[in-house]
């Protein structure tokens, strides 16, 4: 296994100024060792992860970091800033900047390696030698743990004394505790090495389970059923929750996690005292205390519905991008009369063009068989768990065969999900609970969903989706171009919030059944996504100087992941000038999501951006669309943020060292 860092990936004197510079700076000496393959891809995956959250920490530290398939083998590159880089962390700029590169695919022994620098990244004995460190071959080894730094004595007011009569101690406070983070890279072990170390100081025995991306240990059901607490710090669903039934849970975000720790075992301490019992296995309140429960299952009605339905879109999403791409390709290559020909299993000649236009078509329309199962079974999942999924992907299979369609994977999710919740209120005998989420949940749930799904509410949802074709298929004219400025405005308000989300389920929904109408919204949706990051990219290119040095290096990022249909990459400009920037990617989209509806475009493909242009219906006039929106976002960019600028603004430089006036 070659090593993580070398010498030559580390820079005691990093000059860059801003976070995208830095990350720039670092990853060009990934690519010089041969550890990036493409220097501008790789930054515009670090650019998309950096958007979700910032990676700076509190103590002077920034670890952007981020899988991607430009990268090689895992590696990481350290800079050492002398004034500091913004990487959004509530005290300061960072000093000690990590960029840590993993494959698609990295191995368990190279994430197993980086999971332990991040823990070590909370010790302040290590982050002090990395500051005094002068040599960068003795930097590497240091980071690589072959040099470890002399350890922090603890303050002794933080140690726990030994008692003088151990049958009189009391028992201390027991937490176990759960870190997880989109990545699963840093964030999740530097949470669990932060609860850890407050832990020690609070006399806290605490325990930590890690769902990292190398994998998780479960914890011992021994430690976690002699715990007064549960404390989960996760940006993602934590995994098995019904092991931590009857706890109070503390629920929170990994960043709380790591900056917060203290905080977060005085409120476990305070939620044991009041006696809060949180309930996953049975399904009984999340707080029988009358306090609220975990974020999944609390808040206003609208918000849990919302969190139910994004639970069963992203489980479908890879369904529909795995089918609907195959299903492209295969007309690409073989027309659409391929849709029609006999079984490859039947019939398939090698050398044959159609035979495998006909194998792309058959795989891609498997793949999209289970889109509707998919979507009802974790709609389901997301409102009650594991016991849910059987009777979700049952009542799914049915909205296929009663001609459902989407609508009615919808319904069946949602009916799924009460009736599991509804048999888990039920309260069993001890001696039955063993088998209710295996046998007893999933059978009853099933009969019930079955019964609605067929005999009750099949045929009106039926009836309602056919309705929903024929008004798609027969949109001409007006109505084509209102529904198109709709979805238009609606992809772009939020850029990959709910509503960009409701928009995107809206078009993927109606691929599962494609019609003309269904091709023509997803064509819509797509363009109009792309125009947000696009426009900033043309904007920041075209008036540098109302945009400061970030906003600039942002919008290098932005050009990839706008032609790439990530509407996130805008981002960043929204959080800075919300007012001005919104506005003018909304009208953009909409104008974008106009053209296209009345240019006739239709695409087949859920994803893919430009790449997937050679599979869209009038392809010219598709790329027309995408740029006028551009053209308009673009300009109204630049005219509301010139009109806020009335001085002079002093000149700036580009990250070259070229003096800019605006």
């Known amino acids: 296994m070659s090593e993580l860092i070398t010498a030559d990936l580390v820079?005691?004197?990093?000059?860059?100024?801003?976070?995208?510079?830095?990350?720039?700076?670092?990853?060009?000496?990934?690519?010089?060792?041969?550890?990036?393959?493409?220097?501008?891809?790789?930054?515009?995956?670090?650019?998309?992860?950096?958007?979700?959250?910032?990676?700076?920490?509190?103590?002077?530290?920034?670890?952007?970091?981020?899988?991607?398939?430009?990268?090689?083998?895992?590696?990481?590159?350290?800079?050492?800033?002398?004034?500091?880089?913004?990487?959004?962390?509530?005290?300061?700029?960072?000093?000690?900047?990590?960029?840590?590169?993993?494959p698609a695919g990295a191995d368990d022994d190279h994430l197993t390696i980086l999971s332990g620098l991040a823990r070590r990244l909370m010790d302040p004995g290590f982050t002090g030698a990395l500051r005094a460190e002068a040599d960068p071959v003795a930097a590497a080894a240091l980071i690589r743990g072959e040099e470890v730094p002399a350890a922090v004595p603890e303050d002794s007011a933080t140690r726990t004394p030994e008692p003088a009569d151990t049958d009189a101690a009391p028992e201390p406070f027991r937490i176990v505790a759960v870190t997880s983070c989109p990545t699963g890279i840093a964030h999740t072990y530097m949470a669990a090495e932060s609860l850890?170390?407050?832990?020690?100081?609070?006399?806290?025995?605490?325990?930590?389970?890690?769902?990292?991306?190398?994998?998780?240990?479960?914890?011992?059901?021994?430690?976690?059923?002699?715990?007064?607490a549960v404390i989960w710090a996760h940006d993602v669903d934590v995994r098995e929750k019904a092991r931590f039934g009857g706890k109070p849970v503390v629920d929170t975000g990994v960043k709380a996690g790591i900056n917060r720790p203290a905080e977060l075992i005085a409120e476990a301490r305070r939620k044991a005292e009041r006696g809060e019992i949180s309930r996953f296995a049975d399904g009984r309140d999340e707080a029988e205390a009358g306090t609220g429960g975990s974020a999944g299952a609390s808040g206003h009605f609208g918000v849990r519905l919302r969190t139910y339905l994004m639970s069963g879109v992203s489980y479908m999403v890879p369904f529909v991008a795995a089918g609907g791409l195959l299903i492209a390709l295969s007309f690409a290559i073989g027309g659409y009369e391929i849709a029609s020909a006999k079984s490859v299993a039947d019939h398939f000649v090698w050398g044959e063009a159609a035979s495998w236009a006909a194998l792309l078509n058959q795989i891609g329309t498997a793949a999209f068989g289970f889109l509707v199962p998919v979507l009802a079974g974790y709609i389901a999942y997301g409102m009650a768990d594991r016991p849910a999924l059987v009777p979700g992907f049952v009542g799914g299979a049915i909205a296929l065969t009663i001609d459902a369609g989407f609508l009615g994977g919808l319904v069946a999710g949602l009916l799924a999900g009460a009736a599991v919740m509804a048999i888990q209120r039920v309260k069993v005998h001890a001696t039955l609970r063993g088998i209710m989420p295996v046998l007893v949940i999933p059978l009853l749930a099933s009969i019930a969903v079955g019964f609605l799904m067929f005999i009750v509410v099949g045929k009106p949802i039926a009836s309602l989706q056919n309705a929903l074709t024929d008004w798609l298929n027969g949109l001409s004219g007006s109505n084509a171009v209102i529904l198109g400025v709709v979805l238009g405005l609606m992809m772009c308000f939020d850029m990959g919030g709910p509503l960009n989300k409701v928009a995107y389920a809206f078009a993927v929904g109606g691929l599962a059944d494609p019609t003309p109408g269904s091709l023509k919204v997803m064509a819509a949706v797509m363009a109009a996504g792309m125009v947000p990051p696009l426009a900033l990219a043309l904007a920041t290119t075209v008036r540098r100087g109302l945009f400061t040095a970030t906003e600039r290096e942002n919008g290098r990022a932005a050009w990839v992941l706008g032609a790439s249909f990530i509407t996130e990459g805008a981002i960043p400009f929204a959080a800075a000038d919300p007012l001005r920037v919104i506005p003018s990617v909304m009208a953009g989209g909409a104008v974008t999501g106009a053209l296209s509806m009345a240019f006739g475009c239709t695409l087949r493909a859920p994803h893919g951006g430009v790449f997937v242009v050679p599979l869209i219906g009038e392809p010219f006039l598709y790329l027309l669309a995408i740029a006028a929106g551009t053209a308009v976002s673009t300009a109204l960019v630049v005219v509301l943020k010139g009109m806020r600028r009335t001085p002079a603004p002093a000149p700036a430089e580009d990250g070259s060292g070229v003096t800019v006036a605006a």
């Open 11 to 102: 820079d005691l004197d990093l000059s860059a100024e801003t976070k995208d510079a830095a990350a720039r700076s670092l990853a060009g000496r990934m690519v010089e060792a041969g550890r990036v393959t493409d220097l501008d891809g790789f930054l515009a995956d670090v650019a998309a992860r950096e958007a979700q959250m910032p990676t700076g920490l509190d103590g002077g530290i920034g670890i952007p970091h981020c899988r991607s398939e430009h990268v090689t083998e895992p590696t990481l590159a350290f800079g050492r800033s002398a004034d500091g880089i913004d990487f959004g962390a509530p005290d300061g700029p960072a000093d000690l900047v990590f960029l840590i590169a993993a």
């Open 196 to 228: 850890e170390a407050a832990a020690r100081a609070e006399g806290v025995v605490l325990d930590v389970e890690t769902q990292g991306s190398a994998g998780f240990e479960r914890l011992d059901p021994a430690v976690i059923a002699a715990a007064d």
